[in-house]
Nanobody, 116 residues
């Protein structure tokens, strides 16, 4: 059974930090591109960041570049998203995604709320 278990969400003040983690199982993690998306009510999910199958540097949406860092651990089959200098506009449900060609897996979301 494919599972993507996201955790680490919560409520934080503007300027604060959170670290999201996604634990993958049931598929060949190292063969997939791992990504984070986020969604606010009434809108489609928006891409946030991805890291390739070979790892290395991630790519980021302009809105989070310089503040968020994605990292993957092939030994643990996890992908993390370190979020610094959070802003109210970062408030959303964050989803972990695994993609290889036409195959897409989604996990349940974790809510991040940035509010003073």
């Amino acid at each position: 059974e494919v599972q993507l278990q996201a955790s680490g969400g919560g409520e934080v003040q503007p300027g604060g930090s959170l670290r999201l983690s996604c634990a993958a199982s049931g598929f060949a993690f190292s063969e997939f591109t791992m990504s984070w998306f986020r969604q606010v009510p009434g809108e489609k999910p928006a891409w946030v960041s991805s890291i390739g199958r070979s790892g290395g540097a991630g790519i980021y949406a302009d809105s989070v570049k310089g503040r968020f860092t994605i990292s993957g651990d092939k030994a643990k089959d996890t992908v993390d998203l370190q979020m610094n200098d959070l802003e109210p506009d970062d408030t959303a449900v964050y989803y972990c995604n695994a993609r290889r060609g036409w195959t897409n897996y989604w996990g349940q979301g974790t809510l991040v709320t940035v509010s003073s």
